[in-house]
DNA sequence: GGCATTGATAAACCTAGCTTATGAATGGAT
DNA sequence: ATCCATTCATAAGCTAGGTTTATCAATGCC
């Protein structure tokens, strides 16, 4: 047995609510003629009315009153649970490693400062996050800022130096020339970006390194066995601030290098005024901007 | 803060407790892409997903699980009070005093012994009731059965014939022509039926009888006084049948005359279909015709 | 006695919400 | 491995449900 039409119980709580067919219409948005129509329409369903027409006034009959307190108390859940402030204020974010751990997760901290109600939990994942299967408010992705459905806001280019440890600066005597630089070993010499570098930098003799890549892909990993001094590798240099500023690392050549693609900040188009997320893109695309 | 469309918050209650939309829409009796297009339209307003589309089965995401509980809950209230069998059964008669208390209240209790579960509320009242101002389930009208927006049956006609106690017949002699009925007093002589049985009988020469009406309106009163030996009573057969064969009252003459109205058994014509009332009806209307 | 207010009703209109049709993706069976 | 069944998404098009507008009847109130 199918319940009434739904607009015609949500007109009926409101008229028995108020005992008042005008002003339920009013707080209804509608008209009294509608609410009059709903309400014969639920009697019709019904097969017996539920509100006796008195002079000017209206009173609930017995059928009615069955009725009217749970419907109310229906409504107080639906209107409890649809009109809650959006409670949920954990910002999950789905990030690349690379920029999580070099950048991102030191400056997490600040945002949970400016925004103490937000808790924010980061996962650093291997694929392109899905908002449609996977629960992320927002993701990292690299890439040209093209994904049909989200907006990407771009938090900085994809950019590459060659890094080394004083050691090994003062092993191969200083470099003047970015030529010299083919005599050091390179820690991941099928790091696709070196490329992109050394054109840039005129470099067409390229004698094929020997060395097995010691890491792969990963950032944090090679800029250790570079600061370990066992050869030269590719780095953001926003990633590395710190250990450029130590000494831990050094960066020879001012020249830095992108390969045209940009880390962006991404989420659904149709979630861009959630509050969550319009704090932490505004607070995400402020330290980009204040980091350069 | 309204309320998102209620069309698309019964599409994710019946979806969350599936964790499917095309079984969702099944219950529901529509097609699966109404489902998923509710669902859409909820999240659009909601500004949130409901539900992860994952493979081929959608989950509930945080905000999704948030909501179906209480949803449920108030559909589930909903469903109760409104799928509940009519419980009120408690069949509402108003009824005119004669009827009510000649013919009806005798033979009520047998409808009550037939549906035990029905119990029967009985007024009189004075004046029409309004089923639209006033919460009856049937009435008991006299009239011609012509009454917009109601159904009506007709339970008898209205019916009258003169009757007297034994000891006035004894008094005034044995009659065998109706014109000797004039030389007796009249309880009423102002009842406007009369005339209609003096006609019948085509009798033209009446003259106007002295003594004061004892009762008006009253058939009870009048049968009383009749019984008394203080006259002649017109009375609906119908409702004197024990005092007739218990021989309190005598019926001298078989002409029983009416007045071109009847008895009517009116309720809503909306209401036709209520159980109390399709039972009422059909008890009332075999009662009548067995006691033709 | 006139006015303001309430609910009923008829007519006309419009769009929300449905169906139909189709596609994409994939899990499972053979 | 391949095919099929099943799932949800989406576009297009239509229709009736629900709304507004306009008006009436009734009556409580000043």
Chains 1, 2 share one sequence.
Do not use: C
């Amino acid at each position: 047995m199918p319940l009434p039409p739904l607009a015609a119980i949500r007109a009926f709580e409101a008229a028995a609510r108020h005992a008042n067919f005008t002003k339920a219409a009013t707080e209804l948005g509608m008209t009294q003629a509608a609410v009059s129509y709903q309400i014969k329409l639920l009697e019709d369903v019904l097969g017996t009315p539920v509100f006796l027409r008195q002079n000017r006034r209206v009173t609930l009959t017995r059928a009615g009153r069955r009725l009217a307190g749970p419907t109310t108390e229906a409504f107080d859940l639906l209107r409890d649970a649809y009109t809650a402030p959006d409670d949920d204020m954990t910002l999950t974010i789905s990030t690349l490693v690379t920029l999580a751990s070099n950048w991102l997760a030191p400056r997490v901290g600040r945002f949970q400062m400016a925004h103490p109600q937000i808790a924010v939990r980061m996962s650093t994942e291997a694929h392109s996050v899905d908002f449609k299967s996977e629960e992320f408010d927002v993701a990292i992705r690299y890439g040209d800022g093209q994904w049909p459905g989200l907006r990407a806001h771009e938090v900085m280019p994809v950019a590459f130096t060659p890094m080394i440890s004083p050691t090994l600066l003062e092993q191969y005597g200083p470099l003047h020339d970015p030529a010299e630089l083919m005599r050091l070993p390179f820690i991941d010499p099928e790091d696709r970006n070196i490329a992109f570098w050394l054109d840039e930098a005129g470099i067409s003799d390229r004698p094929a390194k020997a060395n097995a890549p010691i890491m792969i892909g990963a950032q944090t990993g090679e800029a250790a066995a570079a600061i370990a001094g066992h050869g030269v590798a590719f780095l953001n240099p926003a990633f590395f601030r710190i250990e450029l500023e130590t000494g831990r690392l050094i960066q020879p050549f001012d020249q830095v290098s992108t390969d045209g693609k940009s880390y962006w900040l991404v989420y659904p188009e149709s979630r861009r005024h959630n509050l969550k997320i319009v704090a932490f893109r505004k607070w995400v695309l402020a330290e980009a901007v204040a980091d350069q």
